[in-house]
């Protein structure tokens, strides 16, 4: 038994000549999206009514890096909490992202004022996997486990990471007419097997009526695509789904 643990151990540290490590491409947006929706080059999908926009972005890990560049070079120390740095995994291969993570701006100059609930934010996967977006509340318990003791260095990072959430995950406050409001949504990693999804706002108001409660609402779909599959020991790659 105990020889058999050390195999098994060393194949998966190794991946030599057993075993396999899962990979996907950056999400982008289908050909094909729903009424209203217009497909720009930077894999950015808007839903437009007059002079409402949602624009919605999948971010990568290394556009995140890029964005927070002076949280994301310090390798597992990073402060960057929506990636893990520049952490190098597996040779020198970047690791997969820490969450998905989608990048929402909102442009108001058709109604007195619009509201988006991040927490009324779905991702559905064509497999039937459901992630809901993450609140700071969420993502602050999520981090707390990293830190030990609660002082000194790592309770600094901690802070550090918790602050720049605080500054730009999108707000669900009201965007009132001629303002806009961007800012991230952060939602578990997707899982290995999922391929396509849909991005779903689920009752961004437009319209309130006289006691300040929602009168009219609508539902934005936002459709995305991935290629997943597997990398062996000797390079070779399998493609498992692609849309």
């Not at 893990?84 to 995994?89: L, P």
């Not at 001629?178 to 939602?187: D, I, K, P, R, T």
Request: one cysteine or more.
């Amino acid at each position: 038994m105990r020889r058999l643990l050390i195999a098994t151990a060393l194949c998966f540290l190794t991946l030599a000549g057993c075993g396999y490590i899962y990979y996907a491409s950056p999400l982008r947006p289908v050909d094909e999206q729903g009424p209203a929706m217009d497909v720009a080059d930077d894999h950015s999908v808007t839903y437009s009514q007059g002079r409402f926009e949602v624009k919605l972005r999948p971010m990568t890990a290394a556009e995140l890096n890029r964005q927070f560049a002076s949280h994301s070079q310090s390798g597992r120390s990073s402060t960057n909490p929506f990636t893990y740095g520049d952490t190098e995994f597996w040779e020198g291969e970047e690791g997969e992202g820490r969450f998905a993570v989608f990048h929402m701006s909102v442009k108001n100059y058709a109604y007195p004022k619009v509201r988006i609930d991040p927490a009324r934010v779905q991702v559905r996967a064509d497999n039937g996997r459901e992630y809901w977006s993450l609140n700071l509340e969420q993502l602050q318990n999520y981090f707390r486990v990293y830190v030990v003791g609660f002082r000194g260095n790592e309770y600094a990072r901690h802070q550090e990471r918790i602050d720049l959430l605080r500054r730009t995950l999108f707000r669900g406050e009201d965007i009132f007419s001629g303002q806009e409001a961007e800012g991230y949504l952060v939602f578990p990693v997707l899982h290995h097997d999922v391929a396509k999804i849909e991005v779903l706002v689920h009752d961004a108001v437009l319209r309130f009526d006289f006691r300040g409660q929602p009168a009219e609402t609508v539902n934005i779909s936002y459709q995305f695509e991935r290629d997943v599959g597997r990398v062996f020991p000797d390079g070779t790659q399998e493609l498992t789904s692609r849309n």
